[in-house]
């Protein structure tokens, strides 16, 4: 019998890909789920029961959470990366390290081919087939829902038929939980005129009023919240995403272009995203220079972008992570946030390497490092090149 892995979710694409090819094709079936941290244990161990009743031979559960904070979610931090100034590239950046973990595990088994759920009209596809094209030269690609078209009523009526109760029809929505956000697609959102009601987002509002909170960077890595140092960088992320989501913070829409060319429109809720890079970005203003900031913004853009559209594995993303890190050598301190219901806002900064607190000057109110005279002299030589520039072109002051 051949062998495929499924990147197996537990959602309805997945479980018909692997009744279908266990029970239609004769395939000896390793459904493999890569969590990146957006599993329960009680998902996992549901995940595993539904394998094995929908035909798997074996099903193992890949953790790749450390690796993918490792080689993606700090240096997106580190670039405060939002596509189009709105979206931490939440579950899409998972993708990625799910079809790595994935292709790795079908090398392993010695796999004559590695299916997925993907359909043809998403980014997703395009985030497993290249990965898996790179990684796994020559193995089949088996795409069952894409390939037959086959709409979500056919997948559930054959998983019914074979004796596996699917509950996917009642979902309004179809979500994705990740430990950088959640994603949510269907129902209102394929309106263009509406919007998301309350009762669509998993995790609703429970406090009111406003708070402070407070975390802690070491050279652009979070350390600590509300003064409890993490080493474990994912018990970090999730204790500020229940701080976060308590007041709802993190709610949006993100409007894109889709790798294929289309648009797309995602909701999504990502509490700690957004605390996490709105506080680091705010720190990085008091201890990065002009150019810093400057630089460290084009690559970090380039970066997002090149991650969204499944270039990870280009080289250059490896350059691009090493100005990152290095950009962030002085980026130490804490930073005060005040957390209210739907938002927050910059509070202060404590950091040894605060450039506001220079001796040469304080902004506004005094200098210490030049005299007037100096201050006048650097001007007028400031104003040389457009007083040379208008001293030949007075008539465009008289025609504005």
Same mark, same amino acid.
């Given at each position: 019998?051949?062998?495929?892995?499924?990147?197996?979710?537990?959602?309805?694409?997945?479980?018909?890909?692997?009744?279908?090819?266990?029970?239609?094709?004769?395939?000896?079936?390793?459904? +493999?789920?890569?969590?990146?941290?957006?599993?329960?244990?009680?998902?996992?161990?549901?995940? /595993?029961?539904?394998?094995?009743?929908?035909?798997?031979?074996?099903?193992?559960?890949?953790?790749?959470?450390?690796?993918?904070? +490792?080689?993606?979610?700090?240096?997106?931090?580190?670039?405060?990366?939002?596509?189009?100034?709105?979206?931490?590239?939440?579950?899409?950046?998972?993708?990625?390290?799910?079809?790595?973990?994935?292709?790795?595990?079908?090398?392993?088994?010695?796999?004559?081919?590695?299916?997925?759920?993907?359909? #043809?009209?998403?980014?997703?596809?395009?985030?497993?087939?290249?990965?898996? &094209?790179?990684?796994? $030269?020559?193995?089949?690609?088996?795409? &069952?829902?894409?390939? #037959?078209? =086959?709409?979500?009523?056919?997948?559930?009526?054959?998983?019914?038929?074979?004796?596996? $109760?699917?509950?996917?029809?009642?979902?309004?929505?179809?979500?994705?939980?990740? !430990?950088?956000?959640?994603?949510?697609?269907?129902?209102? !959102?394929?309106?263009?005129?509406?919007?998301?009601?309350?009762?669509?987002?998993?995790?609703?509002?429970?406090?009111?009023?406003?708070?402070?909170?407070?975390?802690?960077? %070491?050279?652009?890595?979070?350390?600590?919240?509300?003064?409890?140092?993490?080493?474990?960088?994912?018990?970090? =992320?999730?204790?500020?995403?229940?701080?976060?989501?308590?007041?709802? =913070?993190?709610?949006?829409?993100?409007?894109?272009?889709? =790798? !294929?060319?289309?648009?797309?429109?995602?909701?999504?809720?990502? +509490?700690?995203?957004? &605390? !996490?890079?709105?506080?680091?970005?705010?720190?990085?203003?008091?201890?990065?220079?002009?150019?810093?900031?400057?630089?460290?913004?084009?690559?970090?853009?380039?970066?997002?972008?090149?991650?969204?559209?499944?270039?990870? &594995?280009? $080289?250059?993303?490896?350059?691009?992570?090493?100005?990152? /890190?290095?950009?962030?050598?002085?980026?130490?301190?804490?930073?005060?946030? /005040?957390?209210?219901?739907?938002?927050?806002?910059?509070?202060?900064?404590?950091?040894?390497?605060?450039?506001?607190?220079?001796?040469?000057?304080?902004?506004?109110?005094?200098?210490?490092?030049?005299?007037?005279?100096?201050?006048?002299?650097?001007?007028?030589?400031?104003?040389? $090149?457009?007083?040379?520039?208008?001293?030949?072109?007075?008539?465009?002051? %008289?025609?504005?």
């Amino acid at each position: 019998m051949k062998k495929v892995v499924v990147a197996y979710s537990g959602g309805l694409d997945t479980s018909y890909t692997v009744m279908y090819l266990a029970k239609e094709k004769g395939y000896e079936v390793y459904a +493999a789920c890569a969590n990146t941290g957006g599993f329960s244990a009680a998902q996992l161990k549901q995940n /595993e029961e539904n394998a094995y009743k929908l035909g798997a031979k074996k099903y193992v559960t890949l953790d790749v959470t450390a690796e993918y904070y +490792a080689k993606s979610l700090k240096y997106m931090v580190y670039g405060n990366v939002l596509r189009n100034g709105t979206y931490p590239i939440s579950v899409s950046s998972e993708r990625i390290f799910q079809g790595i973990a994935i292709a790795k595990y079908a090398k392993e088994i010695g796999a004559d081919a590695i299916a997925h759920g993907s359909t #043809g009209a998403g980014n997703d596809q395009v985030r497993f087939d290249m990965t898996f &094209l790179v990684m796994c $030269p020559g193995m089949e690609i088996i795409t &069952l829902t894409r390939d #037959g078209n =086959i709409s979500r009523k056919e997948e559930i009526d054959y998983l019914n038929a074979h004796g596996f $109760p699917a509950d996917f029809a009642k979902l309004k929505y179809s979500y994705n939980v990740g !430990i950088w956000g959640t994603s949510i697609c269907g129902g209102e !959102i394929l309106d263009s005129k509406q919007g998301l009601p309350e009762s669509a987002y998993l995790k609703q509002i429970s406090k009111k009023g406003s708070e402070i909170l407070t975390l802690g960077f %070491e050279k652009g890595e979070l350390c600590s919240v509300n003064g409890k140092k993490y080493g474990d960088k994912i018990e970090a =992320i999730n204790a500020v995403e229940k701080i976060g989501a308590a007041y709802g =913070i993190g709610r949006d829409m993100h409007v894109g272009d889709t =790798i !294929i060319g289309i648009k797309g429109r995602v909701g999504f809720e990502a +509490a700690a995203p957004m &605390l !996490i890079i709105g506080a680091h970005k705010f720190l990085e203003k008091f201890t990065l220079s002009k150019w810093q900031q400057y630089w460290k913004d084009q690559v970090a853009n380039w970066y997002g972008m090149f991650l969204h559209e499944s270039q990870y &594995l280009e $080289p250059v993303m490896r350059d691009i992570e090493a100005m990152l /890190e290095s950009s962030q050598r002085n980026v130490n301190g804490t930073v005060s946030l /005040e957390l209210r219901p739907w938002s927050f806002s910059t509070v202060g900064v404590d950091s040894p390497d605060d450039l506001v607190a220079s001796k040469l000057g304080e902004y506004g109110e005094s200098q210490k490092g030049w005299t007037a005279e100096e201050a006048k002299g650097f001007i007028k030589l400031l104003s040389t $090149p457009l007083r040379v520039y208008y001293g030949a072109h007075q008539e465009e002051f %008289e025609n504005d």
